[in-house]
């Protein structure tokens, strides 16, 4: 990927990401920052994954896997 030096070239990449058509699908979010690890995220990627390829659902849904949501501060 290239390196994004400048303000507008900042702006002219998130500009390409918002016009990109969405997929509509559902989206399982899974946060693998320190305490979701420590609380089993991996366990549970493992589990989603397994379970949406052996059930042929990825054209039906979709996993994202994050850094810290930022829940324990809350």
């Known amino acids: 990927m290239q ?9 002219s990449f998130r500009k390409s990401i918002l016009n990109k058509p969405k997929d ?3 989206t399982l979010v899974i946060s693998a920052g320190t305490c979701g690890q420590a609380s089993g ?3 549970v990627m493992r589990m989603a994954k397994r379970y949406i390829l052996e059930n042929n659902l990825h054209q039906k849904v979709s996993i994202r896997i ?8 809350i």
């Open 3 to 11: 390196r994004i030096s400048s303000i507008e070239e900042f702006k």
């Open 24 to 26: 509509n699908i559902p």
């Open 41 to 43: 995220a991996n366990v």
């Open 66 to 73: 994050t850094g810290c949501l930022g829940f324990c501060e």
